[in-house]
């Protein structure tokens, strides 16, 4: 059973860079049909996909984010990586990190962590 599991700091001050990370337990992060992804969900609206990083080391962005989102991963440490940077209020979410497996959607989510942007 994967499991995953996100950390980071739950308050960032406007301008700075959100980070956060996601480990990853019970399943390899190695295979060729699995994305590791971030998703977030800003208090009382929908989900919004951030972006993945693929099997083969490229990432992918939502556009509206791109210029500002970095994800990264270290296999060895079984972990994922999300960077925003610039970040503003608007930026304030329940952030999740998930799997996208390419035969199965997306199979397997951590709980979720809040990230508030706030003076």
């Known amino acids: 059973q994967v499991q995953l599991q996100e950390s980071g700091p739950g308050l960032v001050k406007p301008s700075q860079t959100l980070s956060l990370t996601c480990a990853v337990s019970?399943?390899?992060?190695?295979?060729?049909?699995?994305?590791w992804t971030w998703i977030r969900q800003p208090p009382g609206k929908g989900l919004e996909w951030i972006g993945y990083?693929?099997?083969?080391?490229?990432?992918y962005y939502s556009p509206s984010l791109k210029s500002r989102t970095s994800i990264s991963r270290d296999t060895s440490k079984y972990q994922f990586n999300l960077h925003l940077s610039s970040v503003t209020p608007e930026d304030t979410a329940v952030y999740y990190c998930?799997?996208?497996?390419?035969?199965?959607?997306?199979?397997?989510w951590g709980k979720g962590t809040l990230v508030t942007v706030t003076l």
């Open positions: 998930a799997r996208f497996n390419s035969h199965y959607g997306l199979d397997y």
């Open positions: 990083i693929a099997p083969s080391g490229n990432t």
């Open positions: 019970g399943g390899s992060m190695t295979t060729n049909y699995d994305y």
